[in-house]
């Protein structure tokens, strides 16, 4: 039971994250309609980008939501890249700490369930392949 509730929240927060994504593509679409952009294919560029890591957010959070392994381990580099972007955001010449909050807390939260999430489905794995060798 504990398991279930582990991957049900973690794809919540990734479909969250994912959505977040969608709602970025929305204003870059809103930025490029209104001309509010300096070079017309970077623009393209970054919103065909950004909705392909939202799809790719999204197909995380379903198969974290299913238990699959694979969408775990997925969603931990999404959370270890959005960090690593957070750091870049903290430091340097123009830095924003606060930007750089803002993109930390978020991923850390998730990034603390997915683990929680895979150390909990640990025993459910290691029993179903225990139960498939002595058959």
Avoid: C, K, N
């Amino acid at each position: 039971m504990r398991d279930i509730i582990a991957h049900r929240i973690a794809g919540f927060l990734l479909a969250l994250e994912g959505i977040g994504l969608l709602i970025l593509v929305g204003w870059q679409v809103v930025a490029l309609v209104g001309g509010d952009t300096g070079i017309l294919t970077t623009a393209l560029a970054l919103l065909v980008l950004t909705v392909a890591g939202a799809a790719i957010v999204l197909a995380f959070a379903a198969a974290t939501w299913r238990r699959v392994s694979w969408g775990r381990s997925g969603g931990i580099v999404t959370q270890l890249l959005i960090l690593a972007v957070a750091l870049g955001a903290a430091t340097g010449a123009y830095a924003q700490p606060f930007s750089a909050l803002l993109l930390a807390a978020p991923a850390l939260v998730v990034l603390a369930t997915l683990i929680w999430a895979t150390r909990t489905s640990a025993p459910r794995e290691a029993s179903d392949e225990d139960a498939g060798t002595e058959a």
